[in-house]
């Protein structure tokens, strides 16, 4: 069955460093989503991505954040400089279909750590 | 703003019991997506069950059944013959019809007992 699959599963960085996450959605897949999970709390909305641009952003994704699709197969979040609370789990998805039935499909994804 | 709210944080069965864990949502929309995603020790997101608000008939999905009342604004989930696998934790999560933001609820941990 096909997945997503990101990349590195644990990360750990310094306060104020710039982190790139990286996934590889599902193939024929054309929309793509960050979430985030902070330990313990609920999974969180971060951005959608269609067509190589931000279909929809929440109040989190604030300008610390950027999204890309750099090549073909490649979606990545970057989180320009680390604070201690970026700490969590960071979930990509993707689907086939905007809206709909289908859900998503999750990554396992990275747990990013600052320190 | 759509909310979506688990009132149980934790839940235990046994084995070979059913369990019903329960989700409520508050929404102004008539046309709407609801589903339940399981995580287990790994992490990973699975979803196990999705539910399409304009149809009356409850979701079913081998041993996953859902209670949907639309009116009540409830959708709890049924697990019947509980397995060890089946332990999770178990987040309700709600979508409009055209919209990317999908929201969860804070999740229920599942505890099954041999």
């Known amino acids: 069955e096909p997945e997503v699959t990101q990349t590195p599963s644990h990360q750990v960085t310094q306060m104020g460093q710039e982190v790139i996450l990286r996934c590889v959605p599902i193939?024929?897949?054309?929309?793509f989503y960050w979430y985030r999970q902070i330990l313990g709390q609920k999974v969180e909305f971060l951005v959608s991505?269609?067509?190589?641009?931000?279909?929809?952003k929440s109040e989190i994704f604030d300008d610390q954040f950027s999204v890309e699709r750099p090549d073909g197969s490649n979606f990545t979040l970057k989180i320009r400089s680390t604070k201690l609370e970026d700490s969590a789990m960071y979930f990509c998805?993707?689907?086939?279909?905007?809206?709909?039935?289908?859900?998503?499909?999750f990554g396992s994804g990275t747990r990013l750590t600052v320190v | 703003a759509q909310t979506v709210t688990q009132s149980q944080p934790e839940m235990s069965v046994q084995e070979a019991e059913t369990v019903t864990l329960s989700c409520t949502y508050d929404?102004?929309?008539?046309?709407?997506?609801l589903f339940w995603y399981k995580q287990p020790p790994s992490r990973q997101m699975i979803l196990v069950i999705r539910?399409?608000?304009?149809?009356?008939q409850n979701a079913t999905e081998n041993r996953f059944s859902v209670n949907f009342q639309k009116a009540a604004k409830s959708f709890s989930l049924k697990i019947s013959d509980s397995q060890l696998g089946d332990a999770a934790m178990y987040f309700c999560?709600?979508?409009?019809?055209?919209?990317?933001?999908?929201?969860f609820g804070a999740g229920t941990r599942l505890t099954v007992k041999p």
């Open positions: 998805a993707s689907s086939e279909g905007s809206g709909g039935i289908n859900g998503y499909t």
């Open positions: 193939s024929n897949h054309l929309y």
């Open positions: 991505f269609y067509n190589n641009e931000i279909s929809e």
């Open positions: 929404t102004s929309e008539s046309d709407y997506y």
């Open positions: 539910q399409e608000a304009y149809k009356q």
């Open positions: 999560a709600y979508r409009t019809y055209n919209n990317n933001d999908m929201r």
